[in-house]
């Protein structure tokens, strides 16, 4: 089943702040967020492990709630190089050792404008 | 450099016709994916395979076929059978070793436009 993601589409001016909001109904072993451009292939972000992780790399950073099968990636201070889609993809402990799927969300459109 | 690459990045196809859609990757990964992309919907995945000569299918396989002959190559054919086949394809990678941890490296994905 498809992780939820919230907001489906979010538009800051540059230098504001965002977070985008991943939740599951299965347990989660990992968490993994991207971006895509339009047009492009995704790229990625992080990874974020059950233990109840939390990342971060220059202005992007992310947590992850294993309790509550939930992850929030935060941008802050945005720039215009941040505007895509974000999506979250989720690996469920039911998928099994070995099985490497990830089930993505629908995606957080964010658009950032001067 | 090492990536993966997807050709063509834009194809034509008109109803009925089975297409082929070329996924190479020169990062000596095992794992390899397929996924669909339609606006709105995000990436759902239509087949994966862990290992030379040896796939799985994914959430939305009907209609599609692949096969694993080479490690570095992962061709999908939309057949007729897929109802419809226009949609953004992207092919992806992972080293298959660590599961939980194993980044997704994806190809500049080709665009299928079913006339």
């Known amino acids: 089943q498809q992780p939820v993601q919230s907001p489906q589409a979010v538009i800051l001016r540059e230098g504001e702040d965002a977070v985008i909001n991943c939740s599951s109904s299965?347990?989660?072993?990992?968490v993994h967020w991207y971006r895509q451009k339009h047009g492009e292939a995704p790229i990625f972000l992080m990874i974020?492990?059950?233990?109840?992780e939390q990342k971060g790399h220059d202005k992007i950073s992310a947590s992850f709630n294993e309790k509550k099968q939930q992850s929030s990636l935060y941008l802050t201070a945005s720039q215009l190089s941040y505007s895509g889609t974000y999506f979250c993809?989720?690996?469920?402990?039911?998928?099994?050792?070995?099985?490497?799927?990830?089930?993505f969300g629908k995606g957080t459109k964010l658009s950032v404008i001067p | 450099d090492g990536g993966i690459t997807q050709s063509p990045k834009y194809l034509f196809r008109k109803e009925g016709q089975n297409v082929t859609l070329s996924c190479e990757q020169n990062?000596?990964?095992?794992?390899m994916y397929w996924y669909r992309q339609d606006p709105g919907q995000g990436l759902r995945l239509i087949y994966y395979?862990?290992?030379?000569?040896?796939?799985q299918k994914g959430d939305i396989a009907e209609g599609y076929s692949v096969s694993r002959e080479k490690k570095e190559s992962f061709p999908l054919t939309v057949t007729s059978a897929q109802k419809n086949p226009t949609a953004f394809y992207l092919c992806?990678?992972?080293?298959?070793?660590?599961?939980?941890?194993?980044?997704?490296?994806f190809g500049p994905g080709t665009r299928l436009t079913v006339l």
């Open positions: 992806a990678s992972s080293t298959g070793l660590a599961w939980g941890t194993d980044t997704q490296y």
């Open positions: 299965k347990a989660l072993y990992s």
């Open positions: 974020l492990l059950k233990g109840g």
């Open positions: 993809g989720t690996e469920s402990t039911d998928s099994g050792a070995g099985s490497y799927q990830l089930t």
């Open positions: 990062l000596n990964h095992d794992a």
């Open positions: 395979s862990q290992i030379v000569n040896d796939f």
